[in-house]
């Protein structure tokens, strides 16, 4: 197996015994990655948001399972295709936002005329980079979500509830349907993603039902 999909397997295995309540989640990673066919090698895309943050991110990776992963990316070019999200491309107001974010699915679906370095049809996982000083706005979909924190910070809604800071190491859940946004500070975000249900799920955004919620403190 690959440095990457190692990598991947031991952050599965490590949430696992965290406690139960990604469990069902991870064990579906852990079942696709049983499962994944040959390495199609894809290419990335030129993006800047790429070339100007991914490389910092190294360093910001302060978590061991974290580092091995980003480490294992930077050393198998071929299983990390970067491109610019297709999900907004009929979103007007979501046009600066897509400048200043870029994902890399590696096992999944081919989707949007994209082929995914390892086909799946078990689960889809990736990373996305989001530049420092970026707000992503609330948004769902059907697909139940897993986000693990690789490198840098973000803070994190979930529903209406109060924004909390997230940093290497951290998990996240996302339930089918349930709105979630991020937006970084100072600092890139480098987070390795998956949904484990409804993979052809269409990404939507969600009108805010009122006045942003004060964060958590630092």
């Known amino acids: 197996m690959s440095e ?28 696709a ?7 199609r090698p894809g290419r990335s895309q030129e993006l800047d948001v790429v070339e100007r943050y991914l490389g910092s ?10 580092e091995a992963l980003v480490t294992a990316m930077s050393r198998e070019h071929d299983r990390v295709a970067w491109h610019a999200s297709a999900s907004y491309d009929d979103e007007p107001t979501m046009a ?7 994902v890399a699915v590696i096992f999944g679906l081919d989707r949007f005329g994209r082929r995914c370095p390892y086909f799946s049809d078990r689960a889809a996982l990736g ?10 706005p609330a948004h ?6 897993i986000y693990y924190i690789l490198a840098g910070s973000a803070d994190w809604q979930q529903g209406d509830g109060i924004w909390r800071r997230k940093v290497p190491g951290d ?15 100072d600092e890139p975000l480098l987070a390795m993603f998956a949904w484990v249900s409804d993979l052809m799920s ?7 039902a009122g006045p942003a919620p004060a964060s958590e403190p630092d």
Do not use: K, W
């Open 4 to 31: 990457v999909l190692s990598a991947v397997r031991a952050i599965c295995e490590d949430g696992l015994a965290r406690g139960p309540n990604l469990g069902d989640g991870l064990r579906q990673i852990l079942y």
């Open 33 to 39: 990655l049983e499962g994944l066919g040959d390495l």
């Open 57 to 66: 991110c190294r360093a910001l990776a302060c978590h061991p399972l974290a």
């Open 96 to 102: 600066d936002f897509l400048r200043h974010y870029a």
């Open 127 to 136: 990373v996305t980079l989001q530049a420092p000083g970026v707000d992503y």
């Open 140 to 145: 769902a979909h059907e697909a139940v979500e």
């Open 171 to 185: 998990f996240v859940l996302h339930e089918a349907h349930e709105p979630h946004a991020m937006r970084t500070r």
């Open 202 to 208: 269409d990404v939507y955004l969600v009108d805010p």
